[in-house]
């Protein structure tokens, strides 16, 4: 084996140097069972695949002091909503979640405001009533639904100010979609 040159070496030892291995390896590749070569999966009760998806619930604290529940609303459950709706904005550019998913949830349903439309409040409390209960996963999925592709991919000032102007227009009404679990929101 090869010595540095501060180790003392005796005279009449054989000094090696380096020498390439005989065979060079096969190149990798990452060729594993669970590797899918269709990518992830999509359709309904699928939600929306990202990386780092866990992180979105890291940032929910930087909203604690920004948040407005109307009597009747519950922090986790509009907590859990916004994430979901973060999630699938974050995932409609393919990165993980940002603060600023999370405020394009909390701005879509009109929790940044101190006094939403009455209209909005009735449609947010239907939707995000017991969403963050785990057998609650078609509600969320709807509720996720409800904020269409076109809006997550504004700008939270884009929201902001189509908020403003039309606090209703940022989401469907769900008694509106198809009966039965939640479609596909891929087309708009």
Request: aromatic share 6%; with cysteine; hydrophobic share 35%.
């Amino acid at each position: 084996m090869a010595a540095p040159r501060h180790v003392r070496v005796g005279p009449l030892s054989e000094v090696r140097a380096y020498s390439s291995p005989e065979v060079t390896p096969r190149r990798w590749r990452a060729e594993r069972p669970g590797d899918l070569a269709s990518g992830q999966p999509t359709g309904a009760l699928r939600g929306h695949q990202g990386p780092d998806q866990g992180y979105a619930y890291g940032l929910v604290r930087l909203f604690d002091d920004r948040v407005l529940l109307v009597d009747g609303e519950h922090r986790h459950d509009v907590d859990a909503g916004c994430v979901a709706v973060a999630l699938k904005r974050a995932s409609i550019f393919g990165r993980a979640p940002v603060v600023w998913d999370l405020e394009a949830g909390y701005l879509a349903f009109g929790f940044l405001d101190p006094q939403p439309p009455a209209a909005l409040v009735a449609r947010r409390m239907t939707l995000f009533e017991g969403v963050a209960e785990s057998h609650h996963y078609s509600e969320i999925r709807t509720l996720v639904a409800c904020v269409p592709t076109a809006v997550l991919a504004l700008t939270p000032a884009d929201i902001r100010r189509r908020y403003e102007t039309d606090p209703l227009g940022l989401t469907r009404d769900p008694q509106r979609r198809a009966p039965g679990p939640p479609q596909p929101d891929n087309t708009d």
